[in-house]
């Protein structure tokens, strides 16, 4: 039985996280959920109430 995981990966700017998430996709064939293009959307399609967006994002996490 394979144990599915959820890795999470954060750092500040210009600290490699795009790079490892590309090695990881590449090399290990991974989905990446990239949080800043899913809020970006979420926040562009909604600016009224951003924090219901960025909710709507994240819900499924269970954050």
């Given at each position: 039985m394979t144990t599915q995981r959820i890795i999470g990966l954060t750092g500040g700017i210009a600290t490699g996280k795009s790079t490892v998430t590309t090695y990881l996709t590449q090399?290990?064939?991974l989905p990446i959920f990239?949080?800043?293009v899913h809020v970006r959307k979420a926040?562009?399609?909604n600016h009224?109430?951003?924090k219901q967006s960025?909710?709507?994002v994240f819900s499924?996490?269970?954050c």
């Amino acid at each position: 039985m394979t144990t599915q995981r959820i890795i999470g990966l954060t750092g500040g700017i210009a600290t490699g996280k795009s790079t490892v998430t590309t090695y990881l996709t590449q090399r290990y064939q991974l989905p990446i959920f990239d949080a800043d293009v899913h809020v970006r959307k979420a926040i562009a399609k909604n600016h009224q109430n951003e924090k219901q967006s960025a909710y709507r994002v994240f819900s499924w996490m269970n954050c």
